[in-house]
């Protein structure tokens, strides 16, 4: 059964604390210093600390930040305990910090064993909310997988028996065989933004210095045909190097994208990606001036699947919703300002990294 | 008539086995296709026959993978100038690589639509044109 780890330098504080939650029908391990706690958790994987906040060999703020950043533990809650000469800074300072709770002594013991119990209830939610996201993440990829196989088998098959009738298939037919053969070039085109939409938040992202001048230039090259071909004119401020993950170029191509083909249709495409640098995060703006968005569609364009065109300008609706869900991966914001019949602005922001300058 | 390319299929997928023929027919290479349905059927049909000219493996096959059978065939002798095309439907980058590590000559998405049936063709026609 797991456990609650007790820490406090002070013995008869610890002994008396756990002497409570066993009566109440818990396990308790004990450490005395914040050395011994790191190391118990490693070992034992408690699912919840008391952790004293002065202890003899590191504050306990320390600990409970060790704690919070290394990924198997940063769930575990942690409730701080201190002496009632405590200051509120320092209470404050715990929270922020990363602690769940601050507990000032003298704490009764009823209230140690109840506070205990509705973090406990709190974690197990989070556990299942976690679990049934990571269930529907897999879910998501296996149906998008299980698909994608029958369908290329529909495409390769249609257009094959395209080619065998060739002369003999009449007009209607050979209509009909086109329009299979698009219905299954927009399932797979669905298929392919679903499995990347599944694994867009997945852990094991890897996080680098992207220098978002070649990035630009990047994105530019990919989408050359098009800006060829609709006259596009691309131009950007300085941009800067950033901390961020591979899908920030996808983020930069769709809004690139879709400005191109958001365009007025007598209006040659004009689009500026800038940067600007705030406190704590770069803010990117793509500008174009497009048809724009009406205000009730700002904020649902990023759904996924949401197509405010239908089937009229291609794309299979899962641009933005990927964008938003990369740019949230990131800790950053995605959203639009726009005026129909004038163009539009997208703005995300990437809030900075420790050691980005 | 022409001499018929000996070339032995390793797919589960009987609508895969009819892709690889009519892209063998659409680039015009004469062929006599065995096929076999899965991994130990691949290493059987390997043991039991005359050397073939060009061997196609699914990276997906049932009782033994594409790959196993890939590294059986490079650690036997007879084998080891014939060359292996890998086919997948996925293609992921490691898979690839892995491919290629274990001395696959080619990896190749299973064609989705008429155009990638005619270069599988036409990669067949180099790797059978480059082993000569």
Redesign the interface.
């Known amino acids: 059964m797991a456990s609650i780890l007790n820490v406090d330098d002070y013995h008869p504080a610890r002994y008396a604390r756990s002497k409570v939650l066993r009566q109440a029908g818990f396990e308790v391990l004990e450490a005395a210093t914040g050395q011994e706690a790191l190391d118990l958790t490693e070992a034992h994987s408690p699912m919840l600390i008391l952790l004293d906040v002065n202890l003899p060999d590191m504050s306990g703020f320390e600990v409970c930040r060790q704690l919070k950043k290394n990924p198997k533990t940063s769930t575990t809650p942690v409730l701080h305990i201190s002496a009632s000469s405590v200051q509120s800074y320092q209470q404050v300072h715990g929270l922020n910090s990363g602690a769940d709770s601050y507990l000032v002594e003298p704490i009764d013991p009823g209230v140690l064993v109840a506070t205990v119990n509705a973090f406990l209830r709190a974690k197990k939610a989070e556990d299942a909310l976690r679990h049934a996201n990571d269930e529907l993440e897999w879910f998501t990829y296996r149906v998008a997988?299980d698909l994608?196989?029958p369908l290329?088998?529909v495409?390769?098959?249609a257009?094959?028996l395209?080619?065998d009738l060739g002369e003999k298939l009449d007009r209607n037919s050979a209509q009909c065989i086109q329009f299979v053969?698009d219905a299954a070039r927009r399932m797979?085109s669905f298929i392919d933004g679903l499995l990347r939409y599944a694994h867009a938040a997945h852990a094991d992202r890897q996080i680098m210095q992207v220098d978002c001048e070649a990035l630009f230039q990047r994105v530019t090259t990919t989408l050359d045909e098009a800006i060829v071909s609709t006259g596009a004119k691309l131009t950007h401020d300085p941009l800067p190097v950033v901390a961020a993950d591979a899908g920030l170029e996808y983020v930069f191509q769709n809004l690139i994208s879709n400005a191109i083909k958001y365009r007025r249709p007598d209006v040659v495409p004009e689009i500026h990606v800038s940067a600007r640098e705030d406190a704590d995060s770069w803010f990117f703006t793509v500008a174009d001036n497009g048809v724009g968005i009406r205000p009730q569609s700002q904020k649902e364009i990023f759904s996924i699947f949401h197509r405010l065109h239908g089937n009229e300008v291609p794309g299979n609706g899962i641009g933005l919703a990927l964008s938003q869900k990369i740019i949230q991966a990131h800790e950053g914001a995605i959203w639009v300002e726009s005026e129909p019949g004038t163009g539009s602005n997208f703005f995300f922001t990437l809030p900075k990294r420790a050691g980005e300058n | 008539m022409e001499k018929q390319v000996r070339i032995i299929l390793a797919e589960d997928?009987p609508?895969?086995v009819?892709?690889v023929r009519?892209a063998l027919e659409k680039q015009g290479i004469p062929h006599q296709l065995m096929v076999a349905r899965n991994g130990e059927e691949a290493l059987l049909l390997l043991d039991q026959t005359d050397l073939p000219q060009l061997i196609l493996l699914d990276l997906n096959l049932p009782k033994l993978d594409g790959n196993q059978v890939l590294s059986h065939i490079r650690q036997t002798p007879a084998f080891d100038r014939t060359p292996v095309i890998v086919l997948t439907?996925?293609g992921s980058k490691k898979s690839r690589e892995l491919a290629l590590a274990l001395g696959a000559n080619g990896f190749y998405q299973?064609?989705?639509?008429?155009a990638?049936?005619m270069d599988l063709g036409r990669e067949m026609q180099r790797t059978l044109n480059e082993a000569a």
């Open positions: 997988h994608s196989e290329r088998t495409t390769a098959h257009q094959l395209e080619m053969v797979r | 997928n609508g895969d009819f892709l009519r439907s996925s299973k064609p989705t639509d008429l990638s049936l």
